[in-house]
């Protein structure tokens, strides 16, 4: 049984550019959460993806926006980077019966140079 | 909202316990996790208790919750050089849809 995969592993940016995540829940999960961990930190809430929809959202900009496909797999995009954007990009996933509780994927690292 | 605090570090002997500390701010969070995560990796779900549970164990760990301080502990029985690595310890808001994360404690086990 896969858990949550994410892709791609690493990247690597300049500022200005646009990138796109991408996350595919664990099987059975139809949630899924993205969050944000620089360096030497805890991840900080982005959005919550729950039947398409953005359910709740952290504090964050509007560069940073998502969607969720009808196989519950998750895009993460983040608009005009900015340095301060280079972070471990973690997503998780839940279940309909454990909505509460988060398995969560390796993450992707994103540098902005 | 939420806030969540836990000490930068902690050093121990294999073989001993470890206790990592934690305290929270919104007393309506309903469950409260520790994660732990390696060099590199994401975080692994260790154990979580419901805001009505005082003690859950499951095997070398032991989870305390004292709700009326919002403090939160993680016991690690017999630890072991592969048990090093940072333990984050997260709060989930009312709705139960969004965590809320420490800065973590990175834990160091000496041979």
């Known amino acids: 049984d896969a858990g949550v995969t994410q892709s791609p592993t690493h990247l690597i940016k300049t500022r200005g550019q646009q990138v796109t995540l991408r996350c595919s829940p664990k099987s059975g999960h139809d949630t899924v959460s993205w969050y944000q961990q620089a360096l030497g930190q805890g991840p900080q809430f982005i959005f919550q993806y729950y039947e398409e929809e953005e359910r709740q959202r952290g504090n964050f900009p509007d560069r940073f926006s998502g969607h969720q496909f009808p196989n519950y797999s998750s895009e993460l995009n983040v608009n005009a980077l900015l340095l301060g954007d280079s972070a471990l990009y973690l997503c998780?996933?839940?279940?309909?019966?454990?909505?509460?509780?988060?398995?969560f994927g390796p993450g992707t690292r994103l540098l902005v140079l | 909202g939420e806030d969540v605090e836990q000490s930068l570090f902690l050093s121990v002997r294999e073989g001993d316990s470890s206790v990592i500390n934690c305290t929270y701010t919104?007393?309506?969070?309903?469950?409260l996790y520790w994660y732990k995560q390696e060099p590199g990796a994401g975080l692994q779900l260790l154990t979580y208790?419901?805001?009505?549970?005082d003690m859950k164990q499951d095997q070398r760990l032991t989870v305390l919750l004292n709700k009326k301080d919002k403090h939160l502990s993680l016991r690690i029985a017999d630890t072991q050089t592969g048990d090093s690595a940072i333990y984050f310890c997260a709060a989930c808001n009312n709705a139960g849809n969004m965590l809320t994360f420490g800065g973590g404690t990175r834990l160091m086990v000496k041979p």
């Open positions: 208790i419901f805001s009505n549970m």
């Open positions: 919104d007393s309506s969070s309903t469950y």
């Open positions: 998780a996933s839940s279940s309909p019966l454990g909505k509460e509780t988060q398995y």
